[in-house]
Nanobody, 124 residues
Framework: QVQLVQSGGGLVQAGGSLRLSCAATGRTSSSYIMGWFRQAPGKEREFVASTSLSGKYTYYADSVKGRFTISRDNAKNTVFLQMNSLKSEDTAIYYC?????????????????WGQGTQVTVSS
C-alpha cells in the first residue's frame, strides 16, 4: 500500500506561481512512477505531468509544457509540481498519483494510488 498526502495550493493571481507537494509513505513508494492530474468543475480528471523513478525523465500535457515542472526527492519520498505563469484555466483540484506503469500513462485508470486533492484557484 502507498499513501499519498498532498500540501500546497491556494489562491493566486494570473501570472503567479504555486508549488504543490505530495509525500508518499509505504514500503515501496519510491518504486512508483509519480504523476499529477487535475479536475476542473464539470470536467473530467486530466493528466498534467509525470516523472520517472529517478526523476530524470518527465512527461507533460501540452497545456502545461514550459510552465509547469514536476520533480521528486526520493530521499524524502516527495514529488513536487512547480506551477509558473498560471492562467485562469489552470483552476482545478490537483491530485498526485502513483502508477506501476510508465511515465506515458495518462489515463486515470492506469494509476493505482491517489492523493486527497488540493484546490488551486487562479484569479484573472
Amino acid at each position: 500500500q502507498v499513501q499519498l498526502v498532498q500540501s500546497g495550493g491556494g489562491l493566486v493571481q494570473a501570472g503567479g506561481s504555486l508549488r504543490l507537494s505530495c509525500a508518499a509513505t509505504g514500503r515501496t513508494s519510491s518504486s512508483y512512477i509519480m504523476g499529477w492530474f487535475r479536475q476542473a468543475p464539470g470536467k473530467e480528471r486530466e493528466f498534467v505531468a509525470s516523472t520517472s523513478l529517478s526523476g530524470k525523465y518527465t512527461y507533460y500535457a501540452d497545456s502545461v509544457k514550459g510552465r509547469f515542472t514536476i520533480s521528486r526527492d526520493n530521499a524524502k519520498n516527495t514529488v513536487f509540481l512547480q506551477m509558473n505563469s498560471l492562467k485562469s484555466e489552470d483552476t482545478a483540484i490537483y491530485y498526485c498519483a502513483a502508477t506501476s506503469g510508465t511515465i506515458y500513462e495518462v489515463r486515470v485508470r492506469e494509476y493505482d494510488y491517489w492523493g486527497q486533492g488540493t484546490q488551486v484557484t487562479v484569479s484573472s
